[in-house]
Each structure stands twice: as structure tokens, then as C-alpha cells.
């Protein structure tokens, strides 16, 4: 009879267990370098729970939890590749995975998707960088694909770019909206079927001097002085994303819309 009643519960059990493992597992495949992201998640469901005292209900939504904080973002830099365009205005997406890319110790030195690509962890959250190779006005190609293969949600998608109606070195993070004008953006919104939703930082590069054609001004390298404070807005935008992923948009947004200008610090 005893032999009889633990298997009726232990049957009850795995209706529970088997489609938190789907969710857990979902990422693993693709995601190699994570999988033992979604081991960790799937142990602490039997490690931490006392059949006596949790419910399995409360199981499921605890992994569930667990399971979002360790879906993976994608974190896009748009801009040129080659040396030609390497420290211009234009490239600062670049710049910006870079930085992000030597403070987390996250390799950007494989070829993926027509992207410079890496895979890492910021904290305990899972992300790729991509640095598209396809030139500015293709870039959807790369994102696109990416987003595509691993089945990224929109929301966990931030793609970085310069903008010339933001003031020089100020950041803005919006949690989505149109191209604004960039043909980078033109490209990533019409690979992603126009759907906007999706987190993006603006990287304020300042309008061009008297009647400068914009093109030109945006190929331009920085002045001394302008790459100084430049450095000085990458570890903000680096401190920005760290908090997007760790604690959420709207303190990300926050610690954007109050971060001081270099001039204005000292």
C-alpha cells in the first residue's frame, strides 16, 4: 500500500517538475556556453524544496522565476566595420560593446550571424554582444538572424547607436520607438517586421558645425577633448546597461536621465 501511495505522488510530482524543465531547458541547445545556467536552475528545484512543507505550485513559479532572470539578452552596437571608420562618430554603438565587452571579460573575437560575437555574463544574467559587420545600413541582416535563431523576447533586445539630435555624450534609453532618421535602426526595425518594442541607448553625437553635411559629420573622428568625455559617457552607458539587466528599465532610466556631464563633476 505504502509502495502504491509514493508512486501515485510521485507521479502528481512530475506533472509539475516535467514543464518547468521544458521552460528551463529551453535555452540550452542554442546557448551552449549558458547551459549550465538553466543545470543551476533546474538542481535548485529539488536541492531547496521540503515535499513536506512547499507545495508543488509554488515550485513551478519559483523556477519560472528563475528561469526569466537567466534568459539571455542580446546587446547589439551599430555602426562600420573596418579601420577606416574605427573612432568616428558614427561607431560609438561599437564602442559602447567594447566597453562592455572588456569590463565583463566577454571575447568578442568570433564570426557569427555577419557579426563580431561574444557570449558572457553580466552578473548573474546571460547575454551576447554582437557587433554587426554588414555596414550601418544592413545591420537588420545581423540582428534579424540572431534574434531569430534564439528565439530572443524584443524586450531583452537593446541596441546601441549614435544620434545626432542628442547633444554630444548624453545617454537617453527608451524602451522602444521608431528609427528617428538612422539608417541603422531603418534596417533592424524592418528585419524585425517592424515591431519596435525593444529597448534601445542613444549615444548623443551633436549636430554638425554650420552647413556640414550630416554623412561627413558623422564619419568624423573626435577632437582630444571630445573623446575624453566620450570615455567618460561609455562607463556611464556601461553602469546604465549593468543596471537595465540586473535591476530592471525604469532604474536604468533613471540613473541615464540624472548621470552628469563630465564638466559638471569635480
Not at 209 to 224: C, E, I, Q
Amino acid at each position: 500500500m505504502n509502495n502504491v501511495c509514493a508512486f501515485t505522488s510521485l507521479s502528481l510530482s512530475m506533472n509539475y517538475y516535467f514543464p518547468c524543465f521544458r521552460r528551463c531547458l529551453r535555452f540550452s541547445n542554442p546557448l551552449p556556453p549558458f547551459s549550465h545556467s538553466s543545470s543551476r536552475i533546474i538542481m535548485s528545484v529539488f536541492s531547496n524544496q521540503d515535499p513536506s512543507a512547499t507545495s508543488a505550485a509554488s515550485i513551478t513559479t519559483e523556477a519560472a522565476t528563475k528561469q526569466k532572470k537567466n534568459e539571455p539578452w542580446l546587446i547589439v552596437g551599430l555602426g562600420n566595420p573596418g579601420k577606416k571608420y574605427s573612432g568616428t562618430r558614427h561607431n560609438v554603438g561599437f564602442e559602447m560593446v567594447d566597453t562592455i565587452a572588456e569590463a565583463e571579460g566577454i571575447s568578442m573575437s568570433s564570426v557569427s550571424f555577419k557579426a563580431l560575437f561574444g557570449k558572457g555574463f553580466i552578473g548573474d544574467v546571460p547575454v551576447i554582444l554582437a557587433k554587426p559587420q554588414t555596414f550601418m545600413n544592413l545591420s537588420g541582416e545581423s540582428v534579424g538572424a540572431i534574434v531569430s535563431y534564439y528565439k530572443i523576447p524584443l524586450k531583452q533586445v537593446l541596441v546601441i547607436f549614435d544620434d545626432l539630435d542628442l547633444p554630444f555624450a548624453k545617454l537617453r534609453l527608451l524602451p522602444k520607438g521608431g528609427h528617428g532618421g538612422h539608417n541603422g535602426m531603418k534596417s533592424v526595425l524592418n528585419h524585425l517586421k517592424g515591431n519596435n518594442g525593444f529597448p534601445r541607448l542613444r549615444i548623443g553625437i551633436g549636430r554638425p558645425p554650420g552647413k556640414m553635411d550630416p554623412v561627413a559629420f558623422v564619419l568624423r573622428p573626435f577632437t582630444k577633448q571630445e573623446r575624453e568625455e566620450l570615455n567618460f559617457t561609455l562607463q556611464n552607458g556601461l553602469e546604465a546597461v549593468r543596471i537595465l539587466l540586473l535591476e530592471g528599465f525604469d532604474k536604468s532610466a533613471t540613473f541615464v536621465n540624472t548621470t552628469k556631464k563630465i564638466e559638471q563633476i569635480g
